[in-house]
T-cell receptor, first 114, second 114 residues
Framework: DAEITQSPRHKITETGRQVTLACHQTWNHNNMFWYRQDLGHGLRLIHYSYGVQDTNKGEVSDGYSVSRSNTEDLPLTLESAASSQTSVYFC?????????????FGPGTRLTVL | DQQVKQNSPSLSVQEGRISILNCDYTNSMFDYFLWYKKYPAEGPTFLISISSIKDKNEDGRFTVFLNKSAKHLSLHIVPSQPGDSAVYFCAASEVTGTASKLTFGTGTRLQVTL
């Protein structure tokens, strides 16, 4: 069965360190997204990609970067981790066009920056 | 600027009764509205959607109503079951370029009691 996976599921790091969160999907979807979930904010879009070599900034992109070298993977990098980046991160993918624009989500990565 | 708002952070409903979750939006360019359900330690999963050209969509126990003039949508769950206890996110879709982006509300935690 097709799926979307994230690793690691939990990560603790220190302020200033570079961190990369992995996202891998086997849906063969062109579109991939990274969100963060924080209390009182819901899910906010960090970066998204419409295909290989394509990346775009979302609502809260400062301090994050992504690269898309193949269809299956969209790693999210925190260049220099900050305590404000402590959050739960979700990766998602979608196939467009679909009438209802459904996105399929991974299980999430809980990141703690000390 | 919160374009999608869920003003009730939590809701408690007795098993068998109706659950009504509300969502308001400000962007008239949204073309689809979706509801996602999220259990703890899992990613959100798609529940039901509605096109902006319709005012009602039903799927089993779940019905979504859209009032475009009021920029308001609601999710009705009848009858509510304990397994419905989760966080529900309202999301709105706007097609930009070749794909769509979702804007999420802050979520409503539904608890269905016995």
């Amino acid at each position: 069965d097709a799926e979307i996976t994230q690793s690691p599921r939990h990560k603790i790091t220190e302020t200033g360190r570079q961190v990369t969160l992995a996202c891998h999907q086997t849906w063969n979807h062109n579109n991939m997204f990274w969100y963060r979930q924080d209390l009182g904010h819901g899910l906010r879009l960090i970066h998204y990609s419409y295909g290989v070599q394509d990346t775009n900034k979302g609502e809260v992109s400062d301090g994050y970067s992504v690269s898309r070298s193949n269809t299956e993977d969209l790693p999210l990098t925190l260049e220099s981790a900050a305590s404000s980046q402590t959050s739960v991160y979700f990766c998602a993918s979608s196939e467009f066009p679909k009438a209802y624009n459904e996105q399929f989500f991974g299980p999430g990565t809980r990141l703690t920056v000390l | 600027d919160q374009q999608v708002k869920q003003n009730s952070p939590s809701l408690s409903v007795q098993e068998g009764r109706i659950s009504i979750l509300n969502c308001d939006y400000t962007n008239s360019m949204f073309d689809y509205f979706l509801w996602y359900k999220k259990y703890p330690a899992e990613g959100p999963t798609f529940l039901i959607s509605i096109s902006s050209i319709k005012d009602k969509n039903e799927d089993g126990r779940f019905t979504v109503f859209l009032n475009k003039s009021a920029k308001h949508l609601s999710l009705h769950i009848v009858p509510s079951q304990p397994g419905d206890s989760a966080v529900y996110f309202c999301a709105a879709s706007e097609v930009t370029g070749t794909a769509s982006k979702l804007t999420f509300g802050t979520g409503t935690r539904l608890q269905v009691t016995l």
